[in-house]
T-cell receptor, first 113, second 111 residues
Framework: NAGVMQNPRHLVRRRGQEARLRCSPMKGHSHVYWYRQLPEEGLKFMVYLQKENIIDESGMPKERFSAEFPKEGPSILRIQQVVRGDSAAYFC???????????FGDGTRLSIL | ELKVEQNPLFLSMQEGKNYTIYCNYSTTSDRLYWYRQDPGKSLESLFVLLSNGAVKQEGRLMASLDTKARLSTLHITAAVHDLSATYFCAVEADTGNQFYFGTGTSLTVIP
């Protein structure tokens, strides 16, 4: 039973480019969460999605960031016109329900040149 | 916004010693989680504490939860080098939608 799969593991972008981060939840998990981790800090919640629906995006920056979890395929976190401050590790987690623990992927480390 | 504070932020301890990491949170919640993170790696779930007075133990680690005091502890007994990592507590908001993570405790166990 594969865990939460994120790709790419490392992503380098120049300022102004777009970054797309992918997350395939564990089999049977319909709840997906995205977190951002800055160096030497804890994880900060960004967004919570269920299939085709954004449930809570209170942690998402209002501009340039968007997330989706289509009926088919992985969840995507999209960052448009990246800036240096977007450099961070982005973690995806999934759970089968709200009362089950979240399982984390290995993260995508985004570096902005 | 729910705030979660851990202390200490950095901990250096000798092998064989005992120590406790503290996690305080600012609002009511009955669900608290402890995770371990090795450098460059993802988070590994250690403990899930779901009620007041819950205590769980795995090897040299023991976690407890006091919901009235809004406090969880992670106690390390007779530390070994393999325990060196960053430990995070996370509190689940009552709405169940998101976790709030502490700042982490970076533990280094010295031989």
């Amino acid at each position: 039973n594969a865990g939460v799969m994120q790709n790419p593991r490392h992503l380098v972008r120049r300022r102004g480019q777009e970054a797309r981060l992918r997350c395939s939840p564990m089999k049977g998990h319909s709840h997906v969460y995205w977190y951002r981790q800055l160096p030497e800090e804890g994880l900060k919640f960004m967004v919570y999605l269920q299939k085709e629906n954004i449930i809570d995006e209170s942690g998402m920056p209002k501009e340039r960031f968007s997330a989706e979890f289509p009926k088919e395929g992985p969840s995507i976190l999209r960052i448009q016109q990246v800036v240096r401050g977007d450099s961070a590790a982005y973690f995806c987690a999934s759970s089968p329900s709200l009362v089950e623990p979240q399982h984390f992927g290995d993260g995508t480390r985004l570096s902005i040149l | 916004e729910l705030k979660v504070e851990q202390n200490p932020l950095f901990l250096s301890m000798q092998e064989g010693k005992n120590y406790t990491i503290y996690c305080n949170y600012s609002t009511t919640s009955d669900r608290l989680y402890w995770y371990r993170q090795d450098p460059g790696k993802s988070l590994e779930s250690l403990f899930v504490l779901l009620s007041n007075g819950a205590v769980k133990q795995e090897g040299r680690l023991m976690a407890s939860l006091d919901t009235k005091a809004r406090l969880s502890t992670l106690h390390i007994t007779a530390a070994v080098h393999d325990l060196s990592a960053t430990y995070f507590c996370a509190v689940e908001a009552d709405t169940g939608n998101q976790f709030y993570f502490g700042t982490g405790t970076s533990l280094t166990v010295i031989p």
